[in-house]
């Protein structure tokens, strides 16, 4: 399966349920255990993580701020 098609199923309600259960976990602090998770996707070269990671970051942050 394709990154794009991933990606497609990975839709921007999932990455505010995601983001929504990080900030009720972690409160202020989960910005960065988004950011952890993220940076372990490149390191690791995983394309498809790190681009949901960076979709959750994104939602997490307006959530937070």
Request: aromatic share 4%; with cysteine; charged share 30%.
């Amino acid at each position: 399966m394709s990154m794009t098609v991933c990606m497609n199923i990975f839709d921007d309600n999932e990455a505010r349920r995601i983001a929504e259960d990080m900030a009720a976990k972690y409160g202020g602090d989960a910005l960065a255990h988004v950011k952890a998770r993220t940076e372990r996707a490149i390191e690791i070269g995983d394309d498809l993580a790190q681009a949901i990671w960076r979709k959750v970051m994104t939602v997490a942050s307006e959530l937070i701020h």
